[in-house]
């Protein structure tokens, strides 16, 4: 049973420029979630996708989207980054009847400068 | 809007002493609470769900909807419970709402 994956490990981007965070889901889960975690907080939902649809979303601006795709994998993107957008981001996958019981990745850590 | 509050940033206890970290939530619909743990330099894995009212690893909590609280126990400490634990509401099917997280220390 292969876990979740997620890359790049770590990445630097400037203020304005765009990124684009990578998720593999762990074998036989079809639902991707993805969170930000900031210094010192837990982690704080950001959207989940569920059948390359966007299945419910958290109090992110519009500048943070997603795409699922056929095998279950997923994107983050975020736009026009911002300081305060420097965090762990962390993706996990389910089952979509056990969508609580999520397996998490061991995250992506961005710095905006 | 659902929220969960954990109190204590920090619980330092000795190996052997009872350990409880506390769990408040506020939801109006009915909820469902997980705790979920990190080990250093591990992944974030769930650790126990309230529908299922188990015990791991000499783990247990109790759903109190009186009070909104889940609490985690655990009535002896041992080295390797030595963690971050976050306290989670599952909401509207999809949704997991995460505590600010409590790390735990067990000293020898």
């Known amino acids: 049973e292969t876990g979740v994956t997620q890359s790049p490990t770590h990445l630097i981007k400037t203020r304005g420029q765009q990124v684009t965070l990578r998720c593999s889901s762990q074998s036989g889960h079809n639902t991707v979630s993805w969170y930000q975690q900031a210094l010192g907080q837990g982690p704080q939902f950001i959207f989940q996708?569920?059948?390359?649809?966007?299945?419910g979303r958290g109090n992110f601006p519009p500048r943070f989207s997603g795409l699922q795709f056929p095998n279950y994998s997923s994107e983050l993107n975020v736009n026009a980054l911002e300081l305060d957008d420097s965090a762990l981001y962390l993706c996990a996958s389910s089952t979509q009847g056990s969508s609580y019981e999520q397996y998490f990745g061991p995250g992506t850590r961005l710095t905006v400068t | 809007a659902q929220r969960v509050t954990q109190p204590e940033k920090l619980l330092s206890v000795f190996k052997g002493a009872p350990v409880e970290l506390k769990c408040n939530y506020s939801y109006s619909g009915s909820p469902e609470l997980f705790w979920y743990v990190q080990y250093s330099r591990q992944r974030l894995q769930l650790l126990l769900r309230h529908i299922s009212r188990e015990s791991i690893k000499g783990f247990t909590a109790d759903l109190n909807k009186g009070e909104t609280s889940f609490h985690l126990k655990k009535p002896f400490a041992q080295e390797e419970d030595s963690a971050m634990y976050y306290c989670a509401l599952g909401a509207a099917g999809n949704k997991l709402t995460f505590g600010g997280g409590t790390r735990v220390l067990v000293k020898p």
């Open positions: 996708y569920y059948r390359e649809e966007e299945n």
